[in-house]
C-alpha cells in the first residue's frame, strides 16, 4: 500500500470512531456522502497550506509535519467525549468531523506526498467507513479512536526519524 493511500485510509479512521456512537441517523447515506467529499475539501486546503509554508520553512518542515501528526494522534488517543444524544444538521456534523483532515494534510502537504492520491483516498475511505459506522451496530468508537491516534503517533515518529 503506497503511503497516501495509508495515509488517507488513517485520516478516515476516526470517522468510523466518531460515528458508531451516534444515535440513529436519518440518511446515513447522505452524511457518509458529505463526509467523504469534506475529508477531500479540507484537506486539500491543509496540502495548500502546507505547500506554501513548504516554501519558507524547508528544512523545519519536517520537524513541524511530525509534531503534528503526533499532537493530532495524542488528541485522539486522550479525548473521550461520551456522545449525547443532540439533533445535529448531517452537513455541520460531516464538517465538524472533517475539520482535523486540515490539520494532518497540513503536514502530508509539508512533506509533499502525491495531493490527489491522498485526496481521493481519504474521501473513498472517509465515506466508506462513515457508512459502514453510522449503518453497524458492532463497532465501538473509542478504541478506534484510540487505535487512528497510536496510528498518526507513528506516522509522526517515522517522520521524525526518516531523513
Not at 486546503?45 to 513548504?54: D, I, K, N, P, Q
Not at 439533533?87 to 460531516?94: D, H, T, V
Request: hydrophobic share 55%; net charge positive.
Amino acid at each position: 500500500m503506497s503511503t497516501e493511500m495509508f495515509a488517507g485510509l488513517l485520516t478516515a479512521l476516526d470517522v468510523v470512531a466518531l460515528y458508531s456512537v451516534l444515535p440513529k441517523i436519518r440518511f446515513p447515506l447522505i452524511l457518509a456522502i458529505w463526509t467523504g467529499i469534506l475529508h477531500m475539501i479540507f484537506p486539500l486546503l491543509g496540502f495548500l497550506a502546507g505547500e506554501w509554508v513548504t516554501s519558507f520553512i524547508v528544512e523545519g518542515g519536517r520537524l513541524i509535519s511530525s509534531v503534528l501528526l503526533f499532537l493530532t494522534g495524542v488528541h485522539l488517543c486522550l479525548y473521550q467525549q461520551k456522545p449525547k444524544s443532540t439533533i445535529i444538521p448531517p452537513m455541520l456534523l460531516a464538517i465538524v468531523v472533517s475539520l482535523d483532515t486540515f490539520s494532518v494534510s497540513l503536514s502530508f502537504g509539508m512533506l509533499q506526498l502525491h495531493k490527489w492520491f491522498f485526496l481521493f483516498s481519504a474521501g473513498f475511505f472517509a465515506l466508506s467507513f462513515s457508512y459502514v459506522a453510522l449503518k453497524s451496530k458492532l463497532i465501538k468508537g473509542p478504541l478506534l479512536t484510540r487505535i487512528s491516534g497510536v496510528c498518526l503517533i507513528m506516522m509522526g515518529l517515522l517522520t521524525l526519524l526518516n531523513k
